[in-house]
């Protein structure tokens, strides 16, 4: 795929943050920017892929099945396709949960 250039100016204190967020996603800032655009191009309905065809007499259940399609392309294009270990993250919560519990009954 061809790239081409596009320059964009920003004070410092939003280009920290900026390169924060993309650390904190293990991107490189390109690679984090390029995404924040790609989800901004499917919000504003820019992207085929990310346009649904509605029916204009779809049951409630069509609605929803759309919706619901919809709203995880979008979330797929703004991991850029990583899932989400949901089991990890419960896990880690519920052992954050339990420090916290063990932490607050240790202060007695």
Known sequence: MLRTRIQV???PETKQRIERAAAKRELAVTEYC???IEQQ???DNMLEE???SVSTTPAIETD???DLQTLRDKIQARRRGQL???AAAVEQAR???DQEIY???SLR
């Open 64 to 66: 929803l099945l759309a």
């Open 34 to 36: 390029l995404a924040a």
């Open 9 to 11: 100016y920003t004070d």
């Open 95 to 97: 052992e954050e949960r």
């Open 84 to 86: 989400i270990d949901v």
């Open 103 to 105: 932490n607050a009954s």
């Open 50 to 52: 990310a346009q649904a």
């Open 41 to 43: 191009l499917i919000e």
